[in-house]
């Protein structure tokens, strides 16, 4: 079975740090891009970051540039997200989602929540 | 950045409507279109990839269409399990944005 397992949320002060992990199994991890997207409560959804296989390449949304970084371990088939200088409008369920055919995201984690509150 | 705009942002609809919504990109995305669903609580599933391509086990009601700018997801027949929220994503540039969504209600 194909699965995403996201964890590493939970509850951070403005300004704090937190990594995220992704646990791939199922499929060869080595050979997808990979993604995170996140939900804030009650609103949509934003895409957030992506790797190639190698992590060599990344992309980041305007809104977490700077503060955010993308990393993987294939030989962990793991996908991570560090979160550096947390705020508010940072809370959200943060996805990760494997990149298939036609750069489509065919497959989804069930999320973890992250709540950036004093 | 390109920019992805929905309508409508809500619906209301009965079983058996038929039901289009559209999405439009601030500039050309050729076919770099996708269509997710999301239902409360859980992660978003892919419908529709490459503007009019239906997903692998994704009911034939599920169809999609456009290139360019403006795109259309249509529910020729809607079914109570189609009560979702649904989001168009570009996939032609970075950073991949997403729409804001349509909720499909019951009426």
């Known amino acids: 079975e194909v699965r995403l397992v996201e964890s590493g949320g939970g509850l951070i002060q403005p300004g704090g740090s937190l990594k995220l992990s992704c646990a791939a199994s199922?499929?060869?991890?080595?050979?997808?891009?990979m993604h995170w997207v996140r939900q804030a409560p009650g609103k949509g959804l934003v895409w957030v970051s992506r790797?190639?296989?190698?992590?060599?390449?990344?992309d980041y949304a305007d809104s977490v540039q700077g503060r955010f970084i993308t990393s993987r371990d294939n030989a962990k088939n793991t996908l991570y997200l560090q979160m550096n200088s947390l705020r508010d409008d940072d809370t959200a369920v943060y996805y990760c989602?494997?990149?298939?055919?036609?750069?489509?995201?065919?497959?989804w984690g069930q999320g973890t929540m992250v709540t950036v509150s004093s | 950045d390109i920019q992805m705009t929905q309508s409508p942002s809500s619906l209301s609809a009965s079983v058996g409507d038929r039901v289009t919504i559209t999405c439009r990109a601030s500039?050309?995305?050729?076919?770099?279109l996708n269509w997710y669903q999301q239902k409360p609580g859980k992660a978003p599933k892919l419908l529709i990839y490459?503007?009019?391509s239906l997903q692998s086990g994704v009911p034939s009601r599920f169809s999609g269409s456009g290139s360019g700018t403006d795109f259309t997801l249509t529910i020729s027949s809607l079914q109570p399990e189609d009560f979702a929220t649904y989001y168009c994503?570009?996939?032609?540039?970075?950073?991949?944005?997403f729409g804001q969504g349509t909720k499909v209600e019951i009426k």
């Open positions: 989602a494997k990149e298939g055919l036609y750069d489509t995201l065919d497959i």
């Open positions: 199922g499929f060869t991890f080595n050979t997808h891009w």
């Open positions: 790797i190639n296989v190698g992590g060599t390449i990344r």
């Open positions: 500039q050309t995305i050729n076919n770099y």
């Open positions: 490459a503007a009019s």
């Open positions: 994503q570009q996939t032609y540039s970075s950073p991949r944005t």
